[in-house]
């Protein structure tokens, strides 16, 4: 029996397409495949439980704990948490990107070259995702087909929103410029908002900081002449 066959009968459908549509879109945040990413999660788990029983003089008890405690870290360090910082790095370049590909528009240049114009100028994650899609289109696909399929590859909801908002106002006519017009100005606010939380967090990461390290060197400042008297 073949892995491939090995892995359909341990996963289910549903989850290996699940963990095939979250390796698609970490784009090169991953080496794994999804075939890779089962199997090596597997066996490290089985390891990790006979690992712990030999260990622990009750690893019996403790080796089923710690082995799905294992699986499911497994997933949140090479999927959940690469995915969050992908997205990230994306909607940071998005205001740059489209701020560019609506100014090259505004030049009477039409969506494609547009695409290509700026996919050219800018060095980015995003722009590199764009220069996919546009090299898809050399193999028989349509513009529109090709940034449907774009939208698999992003793991952002903001920006697989704008990519929609494009595809239909192609498809129905309307003005791409007011388009973008407006998810400029929705991405202006979401950062901002975003800048603001960051503001608001920095009180309480101040305050943790003085409770580990500020508060305990006062202490010893006050309460070191009482001790080093009770001590002689």
Do not use: H, W
């Not at 260990?55 to 995915?83: E, H, M, T, W």
């Not at 560019?100 to 070259?113: F, K, P, Y």
């Amino acid at each position: 029996m073949d892995d491939k066959k090995l892995t359909r009968l341990i996963y289910r459908k549903k989850d290996i397409k699940n963990i095939s549509a979250k390796l698609t879109s970490l784009g090169k945040d991953t080496k794994f495949t999804t075939l890779s990413f089962c199997n090596t999660r597997l066996f490290t788990t089985i390891l990790v439980f006979i690992i712990t029983i030999y260990i622990s003089d009750n690893g019996y008890i403790y080796a089923p704990f710690v082995a799905i405690g294992y699986y499911y870290l497994f997933y949140y360090i090479f999927i959940v948490r690469k995915l969050k910082r992908r997205t990230s790095r994306l909607d940071y370049e998005a205001l740059q990107f489209f701020e560019i590909l609506t100014l090259t528009l505004e030049s009477g240049r039409n969506l494609e070259q547009s695409l290509t114009v700026t996919c050219d100028n800018v060095d980015s994650e995003l722009s590199d995702e764009f220069k996919k899609a546009l090299f898809e289109m050399n193999f028989g696909k349509s513009l529109l087909e090709a940034l449907e399929d774009m939208k698999a590859r992003i793991p952002s909801e903001t920006i697989n929103n704008i990519i929609l908002n494009i595809i239909q106002t192609n498809q129905f006519g309307n003005s791409i410029l007011d388009t973008m017009y407006n998810q400029i100005d929705f991405l202006r606010e979401k950062q901002i908002l975003e800048i603001k939380e960051q503001i608001n967090k920095i009180p309480n990461k101040v305050s943790i900081i003085s409770v580990i390290f500020i508060v305990p060197l006062i202490m010893v400042l006050i309460l070191g002449p009482y001790l080093i008297d009770v001590l002689s």
